[in-house]
């Protein structure tokens, strides 16, 4: 048997992967010899061996038709063809059957090799395909799972924040407009803390971003903690949104204000930096009722904005005549350009008079802007508004030219015209064409530099910048005169003043206003007055008081030395034609 299992095993090797060494191939050939030799023997003979023997060949991998066909070869060959051959093998030396029977129970055994050859390999190219649709199957529900995962994922990423886990704006706008979508939200009230934290960029830009991501994620879960059963969103940056969702009162907002700020601000550990912060809130409580998402979500950025304003580390309530006041003053500014082109801006002039008396030494000019469905707009309205924008400068330069020329026409009248004052914003002064632009001014209009008078702020004049002094003492060389406007009411430093390029002192209204009755409270500001007199009269300075309007308190003014005034009782602001009228 070993002879024929190593013929066996020569014709087989090459015909398909075998798992196996040569002699574990022969050995296992070997046990297969042994099997179909013992079935030839067995009686009653059955071909049920031959067909063990065909699938035990599939099962060992000879599992290919060119290994089947030299299979039966080699055992045709070696053992069906030769009789004699066969009955040498052990085993069938003494079996009692003729030559004929013999061959014909071999050619049956090789007939059930190949037939159990054939249904192995059926079988097991069956199972094949059953484990490749099973695995397909597999393969298949584990890609839905995946995508099933994936997609979980890319919404925890479209509605979470991906740093803090919280809420993202998307996940918060859904349920604030959840809450008016409610069946019964006509009847409800709700509040928004809208959260930003101050100064958050000095942290990423002293101690890096990582700092400061770990920082907003320290801050996160202080503020939910703080925040408690209300949603807490992350919406950008370093800012966050509280929504309360079901409010009684304005109370139960400003509550979860203070909650939030008291977390926010505790000091936290951050990678061994010890940080504290700190935040401002914007707080909207109101009627679900009347309102959108869209409004409460704005009138809650514009509060946050105040709370910013008013020192930051707290919050502010929405205000609504506040929110209008603030709306109507974006409108003024926003119409201010358009209405600067179409010229509805226009002056008016008040008298600055002598004390001593009572000559027009000069006039004040005014700017006043003639909004068309507003009427006429003092300086009070538009100044801050155009000085916010810058657009005062544009303003500011056509008040020059407009003051210089009536000036000119007025010297032209006659020649005890008096002078005229412009008032220069800190944006003027700071503009490096300033003096040239004066200089341009005076020689258009041909108005002498003596009869230009300049106001300025005490703030703007005290500034530590050089700019603003060298431009003041620049203008002064041309000769124009320079006053300092509401003195008293900022740093009322005289004894800088000796160091400026300044001829004429304003004293604020607000020391007039205690000289209206002979009392005792007067008299501590007749003191103020008579002080500030002595002091800019040692400094020769010319003083002016603002606001007088009454006869007593110029009389008072006289008294205590004060040079001129301004104010009603003298004149009230009027057109450039009311002072030529005064000239003739």
């Known amino acids: 048997m070993t002879v024929v299992a190593r013929a066996w095993a020569k014709a087989v090797t090459g015909t398909s992967y075998l798992p196996m060494t040569q002699a574990q191939l022969e050995q296992f050939l070997a046990q297969m010899t042994q099997r179909l030799v013992t079935a030839l023997r067995a009686e009653p003979f059955t071909v049920r061996p031959g067909y063990q023997v065909g699938a035990e060949l599939v099962a060992a991998h000879i599992a290919s038709a060119e290994g089947l066909g030299r299979t039966i070869e080699v055992l045709d060959l070696r053992l069906m063809r030769d009789p004699g051959r066969l009955r040498e093998l052990p085993l069938l ?3 009692d059957i003729d030559d004929a029977e013999l061959v014909d129970r071999m050619a049956r055994l090789l007939g059930g090799v190949a ?92 101690l890096g971003h990582r700092i400061g991501d770990l920082l907003l994620v320290s801050v996160s879960e202080r503020l939910r903690r703080g925040a408690g059963e209300h949603l807490v969103a992350r919406i950008g940056g370093d800012e966050f949104v509280i929504l309360v969702a079901n409010t009684t009162c304005t109370d139960d907002a400003l509550k979860v204000a203070d909650a939030a700020l008291a977390a926010i601000g505790e000091p936290a550990i951050v990678d061994g930096h010890e940080l504290t912060v700190t935040a401002s809130i914007g707080i909207v409580e109101r009627q679900v009722a009347g309102t959108t998402p869209s409004e409460v979500m704005q009138a809650a950025d514009v509060t946050l904005h105040w709370a910013k304003a008013a020192g930051k580390g707290r919050w502010a309530l929405f205000d609504p005549v506040r929110n209008e006041h603030q709306i109507a003053r974006y409108a003024l500014s926003a119409a201010m350009p358009a209405a600067l082109d179409r010229g509805e801006f226009f002056l008016d002039y008040q008298p600055l008079v002598s004390l001593r008396g009572g000559a027009l030494l000069g006039v004040e000019a005014l700017v006043r802007w003639r909004h068309p469905t507003l009427g006429v707009l003092g300086p009070d309205r ?4 155009a000085e916010d924008s810058g657009l005062i400068v544009r303003l500011g330069s056509r008040v020059l030219a407009e003051a210089c020329r009536e000036a000119r026409r007025w010297l032209d009248r006659s020649p005890a015209a008096p002078f005229v004052s412009v008032n220069l914003a800190v944006r003027q002064i700071n503009d490096p064409g300033l003096v040239q632009y004066v200089t341009e001014v005076l020689d258009d209009t041909r108005l002498p530099a003596d009869r230009l008078q300049l106001e300025i702020t005490e703030s ?44 004429e002192l304003k004293l604020a209204g607000k020391f007039v206003e205690g000289l209206r009755a002979p009392t005792s409270t007067d008299r501590t500001d007749e003191s103020i007055l008579s002080t500030l007199v002595n002091l800019a009269h040692t400094l020769d300075l010319t003083v002016t008081a603002e606001g007088v309007e009454t006869a007593g308190q110029a009389e008072r003014l006289q008294a205590i030395g004060c040079d001129a005034a301004q104010g009603w009782h003298f004149g009230r602001p009027g057109p450039a034609a009311g002072i030529a009228d005064r000239l003739t």
Do not use: W
């Open 93 to 95: 030396h003494e079996l």
């Open 115 to 206: 037939t159990g050859y054939a249904r192995a390999l059926r079988d097991r190219t069956l199972d094949e395909q059953e484990t490749i649709r099973r695995a397909a199957l597999v393969a298949r529900e584990q890609a839905e799972i995946a995508l099933r995962e994936s997609e979980a994922r890319y919404r925890h990423r479209a509605t979470h924040d991906p740093l803090t886990d919280l809420p993202n704006r998307s996940l918060f706008t859904q349920q604030l407009e959840a809450v008016f979508s409610a069946p019964n939200a006509a009847g409800r009230r709700l509040g928004v803390c809208f959260v930003d934290l101050d100064g958050f960029k000095v942290v990423n830009d002293t």
């Open 382 to 385: 538009f100044i801050s508004l």
């Open 460 to 503: 703007a004049v005290m500034s530590t910048a050089d700019g603003p002094v060298g431009t003041l003492r620049e203008l002064a060389d041309l000769g124009v005169r320079i006053a300092i406007d509401d003195f008293g009411t900022g740093y009322s430093n005289l004894s800088y003043l000796r160091s400026l390029p300044v001829q």
